[in-house]
């Protein structure tokens, strides 16, 4: 059965432009939308595709609205931030069916482990002895959940994720195939030339509503606990060292590295392969830019970006040339500057 598009306005909010009970059963891009789906229009150089769209809805903001609708006959939805719309269409339209609470025949649960009755343990989990998973938590088939650990209410853990000894997750949590969440850390003390491991003792403790991709290890502490707090958006395989600390809703896209006991604040972006030194903090609302190494702290909201541009070979061994003379070309610059200096004085 569809939705009406006057149900998803009382929902989520935008101003309706056309037939409150025009019916949409499905999201679909522009370009094969048909008379049964919404679409969405958060990019303007997509307007002609929108204008003649065969779509039944599309959400869009004020601006496009004026352009596509002069030649776009469906139902319209506007919004200021057409993208996060369409994100809450989708999750209402496209719901996850929930398994079936209870524990599979194959699983190892511990005796002394807690799990809630309507929480969902699939094939061949592990559950150690003191974890406790909570009411509506999903763990997929082949996931492992340490001694002492705590999956939140309605969190899911795709197959074969690695929840380790004392880790913590909140509520609404998606930790998607691949994971370590709880490994140690990349901890080793030298002596002599001989390299001594350090116990990592601490715990990796996590928010709520916090995402992490495939194939992402999140390393416990030393001591202290990693902490991810609420919000954060981990894509697939990123690093995060020992005793970090990610703040509120900041996200990293995939193959951002993290040493350990970086501080990074709320509401920070990184974008793919970005990295980040350890022992260093990055303050609020700092956004890296793909492949830049951050080597310091950084103090100051704001865009960053610390990557050469890609050119020719050729052209580039010429700029890396220049660049590696720079510091003899200052001082010669200097000794010019003194020197006309002392004619002028003479």
């Known amino acids: 059965m569809g939705t009406r598009v006057s149900e998803l306005v009382e929902r989520f909010g935008g101003r309706l432009e056309g037939d409150p009970d025009t019916e949409v059963t ?47 006959d ?30 599979h025949p194959s699983a190892v649960v511990h005796p002394d482990a807690r799990i809630d009755p309507a929480a969902h343990i699939g094939p061949h989990v592990t559950v150690e002895a003191g974890a406790a998973i909570k009411a509506g938590a999903v ?12 999956v939140g209410e309605g969190t899911h853990f795709f197959a074969n994720v690695s929840f380790h000894a004392r880790c913590v997750i909140g509520a609404r949590g998606i930790v998607h195939s691949g994971a370590v969440i709880g490994g140690d850390g990349f901890g080793f003390a030298v002596d002599g030339g001989v390299y001594i491991k350090i116990p990592q003792t601490g715990r990796v403790v996590i928010g709520d509503d916090v995402d992490i991709g495939s194939n992402t290890t999140v390393d416990r502490g030393a001591l202290d606990d990693t902490v991810i707090e609420d919000g954060v ?50 303050a609020d609302n700092v956004h890296i830019t793909a492949g830049t190494l951050v080597a ?29 003379k720079l510091g003899s070309m200052r001082e010669k610059i200097r000794a010019i500057e003194r020197a006309l200096k002392s004619l002028g004085a003479g």
Request: aromatic content about 8%; some cysteine; hydrophobic content about 45%.
């Open 74 to 103: 469906g139902v319209r939805i506007v919004t200021g931030n057409p993208y996060a719309y369409f994100a809450r269409t989708a999750q209402f339209l496209l719901p996850r069916a929930a398994p079936e609470p209870g524990v």
């Open 233 to 282: 958006k981990l894509d697939n395989q990123i690093q995060i060292g020992h005793n970090c600390h990610v703040g509120a809703h900041t996200a990293m896209a995939g193959c951002v590295g993290v040493a350990g006991s970086a501080r990074i604040g709320k509401h920070c972006s990184f974008g793919g392969a970005a990295m980040v030194n350890g022992h260093i903090e990055i």
């Open 296 to 324: 310091n702290s950084i103090a100051e909201p704001g865009r960053y970006t610390g990557f050469y541009p890609i050119a020719p070979n050729a052209e580039w061994e010429r700029s890396a040339a220049l660049v590696r």
């Open 139 to 150: 763990i997929d088939a082949g996931c492992y959940i340490g001694r002492d650990a705590v």
């Open 26 to 72: 499905a999201i679909a891009p522009l370009e094969r939308a048909g008379p049964a789906d919404i679409s969405f229009l958060s990019n303007n150089k997509m307007r002609p595709l929108a204008a003649h769209s065969r779509a039944a809805a599309l959400i869009l903001s004020p601006l496009d609205e004026e352009a596509v609708a002069p030649t776009y």
